[in-house]
C-alpha cells in the first residue's frame, strides 16, 4: 500500500525500551479519502494497520510484513476533516524473527479509537 503524503508525524517519544508514542498529523487531503467515502471520508482500518507497520520499521529500522492480527477492536470512526490528529501508543515484543505489537490508538483528547495486537515477520 502506497501512503506516500498520508500523514506527518508531529511528535515521537520512547516511553520505556519497549514502548513507543507517535502522534501524527493525518493529511485530509489524500487521494484515499476520495474512494472511502466519496463526500464522507474515513480512515480506513487497514490504513491503520500501515501506520503501525511504518511506524514499527522506522523504530527497528527494518522491514516487516504483517503476519497475523490477533485482535482489532475500532472503537470510533476517524474523520480526517473533524479529528486528523492521532496517538499511537505502540508496545513491542520481539521474539526471533517476529515482532509483536500491541496498540492503543486514540484522538489527541484521548478518546479511544482503535486497539489491536498484530505480529510482523522480519523480511531478510
Do not use: W
Not at 59 to 84: C, E, G, I, W, Y
Not at 91 to 106: D, G, M, P, Y
Amino acid at each position: 500500500m502506497n501512503l506516500d503524503n498520508f500523514y506527518k508525524i508531529q511528535s515521537r517519544k520512547l516511553v520505556d525500551e519497549s514502548s513507543l508514542s507517535v502522534t501524527l498529523q493525518l493529511n485530509d487531503a489524500h487521494i484515499i479519502y476520495t474512494g472511502h467515502f466519496p463526500n464522507h471520508p474515513v480512515l480506513p482500518g487497514v490504513a491503520m494497520f500501515q501506520i503501525i507497520k511504518e511506524l514499527s520499521e522506522e523504530h527497528f529500522n527494518t522491514t516487516f510484513f504483517m503476519q497475523h492480527v490477533s485482535r482489532a477492536k475500532f472503537l470510533n470512526l476517524v474523520d480526517p476533516f473533524q479529528n486528523n490528529v492521532l496517538v499511537f501508543q505502540l508496545v513491542f515484543q520481539q521474539e526471533e524473527n517476529t515482532l509483536k505489537v500491541k496498540n492503543s490508538t486514540t484522538f489527541a483528547n484521548g478518546v479511544s479509537v482503535m486497539q489491536c495486537s498484530l505480529v510482523f515477520r522480519e523480511l531478510c
